[in-house]
């Protein structure tokens, strides 16, 4: 247990629609990011947050926006959903806002949009 | 877009033997990293090697960074069945950020 929480598990909507994943990092982690994983993409990088700023922007397409809240907790934000958007989502969070350290990852949301 | 690649991309061994994943990278880095998943779940943090690190052991890991050819090879000794997972390695994006680029990843099933 990584101690990084995601809800919910799985997520099946329909096209059109718009959906908000959570996410809870670690205790004492103030730098959350979020990943998207696909067969045909891998993984990619979507936004990160510390401690309440975007600090780093990736692949995120302008359908989907994120947010950290004062508690640390994240959530993201995906509208006009696309059969394409379907996916695993994670979480992750570090001490730290840079790269010199791991990344602790939550077991993801699995999205389906039909 | 994918940082670099893996290679292999499937890998398939007995019990007892030694695994070797390569992974290379385009751009210049700080640090890079490898990461477990299995199946469908989250990924697990396995081992960070700093751009001025050549090798670096965790257990029954081994990682190696080569810079200058922008490679990093992970072995893992003495496989076990409970190795069987997707190996991903990772480098830190531009600029002072926790971006991670992650490959493409390579497929490791240990055989018992």
């Known amino acids: 247990d990584s101690g990084v929480t995601q809800t919910p598990k799985h997520l099946i909507t329909a096209t059109g629609q718009r959906v908000t994943l959570r996410c809870s990092p670690r205790s004492g982690d103030l730098s959350v990011y979020w990943y998207q994983q696909s067969l045909d993409q891998g993984l990619q990088f979507l936004i990160q947050y510390y401690n309440g700023e975007e600090r780093a922007k990736g692949n995120i397409l302008e359908r989907f926006s994120a947010q950290q809240f004062p508690d640390l907790h994240s959530e993201l934000n995906l509208s006009s959903l696309e059969l394409g958007d379907s996916a695993l989502y994670f979480c992750a969070s570090s001490v730290v806002a840079g790269g010199q350290s791991e990344q602790y990852f939550g077991p993801g949301t699995r999205l389906t949009v039909t | 877009s994918q940082q670099g690649e893996e290679d292999p991309q499937a890998l398939s061994i007995q019990e007892g033997e030694n695994a070797t994943m390569n992974c290379s990278y385009k751009?210049?880095?700080?640090?890079l990293q490898w990461y477990r998943q299995n199946s469908g779940r989250g990924l697990v943090h396995l081992i960070l090697?700093?751009?001025?690190?050549r090798e670096k052991h965790s257990g029954r890991l081994r990682v190696t960074l080569d810079t200058s050819k922008k490679s990093s090879s992970l072995l893992i000794t003495a496989s076990r069945a409970a190795d069987t997972a997707s190996y991903f390695c990772a480098t830190d994006g531009s600029g002072n950020t926790g971006k991670l680029i992650f490959g493409q990843g390579t497929t490791l099933q240990v055989k018992p």
């Open positions: 090697i700093r751009s001025n690190e």
């Open positions: 751009t210049s880095i700080n640090n």
